[in-house]
């Protein structure tokens, strides 16, 4: 698997971290993905091991979403070239500088959306689209307790219902070379949710 080489993915994983208040919930989280031909069910997962909890027939298949997700996050999330930048927008201690020189500070991996590995109606078993998710600890932040792509789409907050969400939430996502600002992240969030054309990042019922 392609890795970093200018970002410890180690530091990354979420070590001791929690949740906001508002994000107590099950480590999975179903999800009904419609507005394309037939549903499809995901979840979100903090972890490897509350996926294989969850799957525990699919253990590769949840430990390569979380290694991809890594992967997705120092290569394509964003980077600020202060780490109170970071923290303003994700919390504290959930920032991480990288190996370079001079170094840029990035938000750590919050959790994974899995396409379901028993819905093999679209996928077969040996690939299930998964995607990185970032979660703001900050609550000074327009972000606190939403879910994000690296790229900045808004999955809204999680209550334990089911969301819909368009099949791009699972395309590759750009790599990034250039810094951003404090705020800038959630500004973009919030530009690219009010552009949407669609309101299908709000939860159904």
Not at 86 to 108: H, L, R, W
Not at 132 to 150: Q, W
Request: charged letters at 20%.
């Amino acid at each position: 698997m392609k890795r970093s080489l200018r970002i410890n993915l180690e530091r990354m994983r979420k070590t001791g971290a929690t949740l906001p208040p508002k994000l107590t919930l099950a480590a999975a989280i179903s999800i009904t993905m419609s507005g394309c031909s037939g549903s499809r069910e995901s979840a979100f997962y903090q972890d490897v091991a509350s996926c294989i909890k969850h799957n525990p027939a699919h253990a590769a298949q949840c430990s390569s979403a979380y290694e991809d997700a890594l992967d997705e996050v120092s290569r394509s999330g964003p980077r600020y070239r202060q780490m109170a930048d970071c923290t303003a927008e994700f919390g504290v201690n959930q920032c991480i500088a990288s190996d370079s020189t001079p170094p840029y500070y990035m938000p750590k991996v919050g959790g994974f959306l899995l396409q379901d590995p028993d819905d093999d109606d679209h996928y077969n078993s040996y690939y299930h689209p998964s995607t990185a998710v970032l979660v703001s600890h900050s609550t000074t932040s327009p972000l606190y307790g939403r879910y994000t792509t690296v790229d900045g789409s808004d999955l809204g907050r999680p209550s334990g219902g089911r969301f819909s969400t368009p099949k791009s939430v699972f395309s590759s996502k750009p790599a990034v070379t250039r810094t951003i600002s404090r705020g800038g992240f959630g500004s973009s969030v919030v530009a690219k949710s009010r552009s949407s054309s669609s309101s299908s990042w709000s939860f159904g019922s």
